[in-house]
């Protein structure tokens, strides 16, 4: 009887195993969440037949905004995911979408800035969102209150992952 007793998970490895379970659902969910918002914004410029550039530079410029950055700038306030930034920079300079220039004090360092034609990109992301925002309203995709909720999460996850980089360095 003992030796049932003891190949039995205690209760607090079961909370374990359930929890790590859910946060590689979680894991992965967030990375197809990204994929399937680079389709949508990739669809949207599809049927508005806006073919120069692409999601990932679309999104880029969204992000921007107002905003005069470096590229280092672009990544450390978590505008940019991917590893090619200077790439997809130079892509939007030569196509007229940014505008950049040498900072005056670090001359080594490039700052950027949309142009007319990037803030019309950056409006045509915008109001693909505003109606994405109002759909998930109207159809009661989520719960009153529950965006805000699931944003507190994440940013608690954000918060501990970039504690753990801290402590590999």
Wanted: aromatic share 8%; glycine share 6%.
């Amino acid at each position: 009887m003992s030796n049932l007793a003891e190949s039995l998970p205690n209760p607090d490895e079961r909370k374990l195993d359930d929890f790590l379970a859910s946060y590689l659902e979680t894991l992965s969910m967030v990375e197809r969440l990204h994929r399937l918002l680079l389709d949508v914004i990739k669809d949207e410029f599809e049927r508005l037949q806006v073919i120069d550039i692409n999601s990932v530079q679309a999104l880029l410029l969204f992000n921007v905004g107002a905003n005069v950055l470096t590229a280092g700038e672009l990544k450390s306030r978590g505008y940019y995911q991917g590893s090619n930034v200077s790439y997809n920079l130079k892509k939007l300079v030569d196509a007229g979408y940014m505008h950049h220039e040498r900072c005056i004090a670090d001359r080594r360092a490039v700052r950027v800035r949309l142009t007319d034609r990037g803030i019309e990109v950056r409006n045509l992301v915008s109001s693909l969102f505003e109606r994405h925002a109002e759909g998930i309203v109207r159809r009661g995709v989520l719960p009153e209150g529950r965006i805000d909720d699931i944003n507190s999460d994440l940013r608690g996850v954000e918060a501990y992952w970039t504690e753990q980089i801290r402590y590999i360095y």
